[in-house]
């Protein structure tokens, strides 16, 4: 871990590692069981497990979900209609949560911060592919 950053830069690194790892999940679950899409759910897969940084059990230390601000959901988060909004809002937050990891990155490792960034645009062309099906 790089000593010159705060013990919250961490906590929003290991945050967004989580956020990122859940949204991409939900969305290959969705096309593994429900669209048994074989080819995009490993595309998925293979995602979540690039997403994994080698320090990351070392982030456990500067997780607080218990002291989390923004922990109660929002009223947007909790409306969901169809199983469309649901892998929406998962590509979103997966798409969102590795920007922020590709920017604090920049920070500790910069070939880290590619690989982030790498995942984004990843996550972008798979959501395309996956919002033209109909489902």
Same mark, same amino acid.
């Given at each position: 871990?790089?000593?010159?950053?705060?013990?919250?830069?961490?906590?929003?690194?290991?945050?967004? +590692?989580?956020?990122?790892?859940?949204?991409?999940? &939900?969305?290959?679950?969705?096309?593994?069981?429900? !669209? @048994?899409?074989? #080819? *995009?759910?490993?595309?998925?897969?293979?995602?979540?497990?690039?997403?994994?940084?080698?320090?990351?059990?070392?982030? +456990?230390?500067?997780?607080?979900?218990?002291?989390? &601000?923004?922990?109660?959901?929002?009223?947007?988060? !909790? @409306?969901?209609? #169809? *199983?469309?909004?649901?892998?929406?809002?998962?590509?979103?937050?997966?798409?969102?949560?590795?920007?922020?990891?590709?920017?604090?990155?920049?920070?500790?490792?910069?070939?880290?911060?590619?690989?982030?960034?790498?995942?984004?645009?990843?996550?972008? #062309?798979?959501?395309?592919?996956?919002?033209?099906?109909?489902?």
């Amino acid at each position: 871990m790089n000593n010159n950053l705060s013990l919250d830069t961490y906590r929003v690194i290991d945050a967004n +590692l989580n956020r990122l790892k859940e949204g991409i999940r &939900v969305v290959e679950d969705i096309l593994r069981y429900k !669209q @048994n899409n074989k #080819t *995009l759910a490993q595309q998925l897969k293979a995602l979540r497990h690039k997403a994994t940084p080698p320090n990351s059990e070392q982030l +456990l230390q500067y997780r607080d979900s218990v002291n989390d &601000v923004l922990r109660p959901s929002t009223k947007s988060e !909790q @409306n969901r209609s #169809t *199983l469309r909004s649901v892998v929406t809002a998962n590509f979103k937050r997966a798409q969102e949560s590795s920007r922020v990891l590709e920017e604090l990155y920049k920070l500790i490792d910069i070939d880290t911060s590619e690989l982030y960034k790498k995942i984004r645009y990843d996550l972008y #062309t798979i959501e395309k592919e996956v919002m033209l099906e109909e489902f």
